[in-house]
């Protein structure tokens, strides 16, 4: 083969047929004749791999894998949570603070007026006597 080719051989699923066809006995013939044909190659120095069709390594995800990543979440989002009831509590203080000092001043103002509205109702009646 001289070019790379895009295209399949075969349907993958002719060689299961294949095999199942010849049975054991079959694939152990193949083999024989592939190591008695091919067994010289095996003693060159220079061996030509395709390494596309190498394995990878790859991890799958395990019990063990997810368990711990579960943690770590929970563990991120219970930081969140502290953080959040945190400004929250924050907000909470600082609009009962400014309440309280909202109803304090409206307080002084009511009795200032009412105040002022008490000696100008006294001014008044000493003005009609």
Known sequence: MTSFVTVKPCDPSELVHFRN????????????????LN???????EVCVDT?????NITFPTDN???????????HGQKAE?????IAGRLVREL???????????NQRLNNT????????????EKRK
């Open 65 to 75: 894998k997810l368990y711990s990543r579960t943690i770590k979440q929970q563990k």
């Open 82 to 86: 502290r953080k959040i009831k945190t």
């Open 52 to 56: 596309a069709v190498q394995e990878k």
């Open 39 to 45: 067994g010289k190659d095996g003693k060159e120095k």
């Open 21 to 36: 066809r010849i049975g054991t006995t079959g694939m152990e013939l193949i083999l024989k004749k592939s190591v008695r």
């Open 114 to 125: 009412n105040a002022f509205m008490k000696t100008n109702h006294v001014k008044q009646l």
């Open 96 to 106: 009962e603070r400014k309440t309280i000092m909202t109803v304090i001043r409206c």
